[in-house]
T-cell receptor
């Protein structure tokens, strides 16, 4: 199993503020995925990053994959209450296997 | 759209009971997975299957078994439930076309 560490574990911010979640590992992954999970539901894929140094943007969300393909970050600009949820990073390795971080619980207060 | 369904959203069982958690997918995907999710620990892989009647242990298989008699159905079995198996159980399939995993809504199991 490849270990992924996410930080911070909890994040509470005011609407309109920016936030960054980090995902780090000592292992190299073929790709890294970010999921968002709401209470009582399964995780839903937000993005997959594949190339070292890659940056992807989804509206107010920016995802970056480290040059060495060992770490990643998720940055949310001008957070809204609808961004509240559990954010999970997952590294792909082996045959379709994923190793997940413990998750970051984000709360955006109105 | 990929659809992964799990038989129950909430389940309460007693210690020692045999528990079956069912997962069904509708798109003929070969790869299916069972995870458990606990606060502060993320998702941990219990078992996975690459095809009918094929299964492989994940990181935490102890106390669990699986069955895959048909391609669309992957069952997780707790032979004798214990209180430390109280958790959220998530089933997922891997889409080779999109190279990603799609999850079911989860089953929150409580063992008393």
């Amino acid at each position: 199993t490849q270990l992924l560490e996410q930080s911070p574990q909890f994040l509470s911010i005011q609407e309109g503020e920016n936030l960054t979640v980090y995902c780090n590992s000592s292992s190299v992954f073929s790709s890294l995925q970010w999921y968002r999970q709401e209470p009582g539901e399964g995780p839903v894929l937000l993005v997959t990053v594949v190339t070292g140094g890659e940056v992807k943007k989804l509206k107010r969300l920016t995802f970056q994959f480290g040059d060495a393909r060992k770490d990643s970050s998720l940055h949310i600009t001008a957070a809204q209450p609808g961004d509240t949820g559990l954010y999970l990073c997952a590294g792909a390795w082996g045959d379709y296997k994923l190793s997940f971080g413990a998750g970051t619980t984000v709360t955006v207060r109105a | 759209d990929v659809k992964v369904t799990q038989s129950s959203r909430y389940l309460v069982k007693r210690t020692g009971e045999k528990v079956f958690l069912e997962c069904v997918q509708d798109m003929d995907h070969e790869n299916m997975f069972w995870y458990r999710q606990d606060p502060g620990l993320g998702l941990r892989l219990i078992y996975f299957s690459y095809d009918v009647k094929m299964k492989e242990k994940g990181d935490i298989p102890e106390g669990y078994s699986v069955s895959r008699e048909k391609k669309e159905r992957f069952s997780l079995i707790l032979e004798s439930a214990s209180t430390n198996q109280t958790s959220m159980y998530l089933c997922a399939i891997h889409s080779q076309v999109r190279d990603t995993q799609y999850f079911g809504p989860g089953t929150r199991l409580t063992v008393l």
